[in-house]
């Protein structure tokens, strides 16, 4: 499995808005296993994590102009971009 971590930053205000965008992906999102949503105890913050089947789906789907489109609306909630870590998933549970 591969996928990414990202630390977002937005106005304590916009919260729902933020989770409420982020949940709206859609799940035919080809190679997409699963996402969630940690709201920080830090107001104005949270961390996002995405999980796809493979890199190649990961980047499948990065590259992707609907993901773009997507990415631009769920930007606009934020105060700054994202802080991305990408990598491989070698542990779960």
Not at 1 to 28: H, K, Q, W
Not at 32 to 38: A, D, K, P, S
Not at 50 to 66: G, L, M, T
Request: no cysteine; glycine share 6%; aromatic share 10%.
């Amino acid at each position: 499995m591969y996928g990414t971590v990202a630390r977002l930053r937005f106005d304590p205000a916009n919260a729902d808005s933020v989770v409420t965008n982020i949940m709206a992906t859609p799940e035919d999102v080809d190679g997409f296993v699963r996402g969630e949503i940690l709201l920080s105890d830090t107001p104005g913050e949270a961390w996002l994590i995405a999980i796809f089947r493979d890199k190649e789906s990961y980047v499948a789907n990065a590259d992707s102009p609907a993901q773009n489109e997507r990415y631009t609306q769920f930007r606009s909630f934020l105060s700054e971009d994202p802080e991305w870590h990408d990598g491989e998933i070698v542990s779960s549970r």
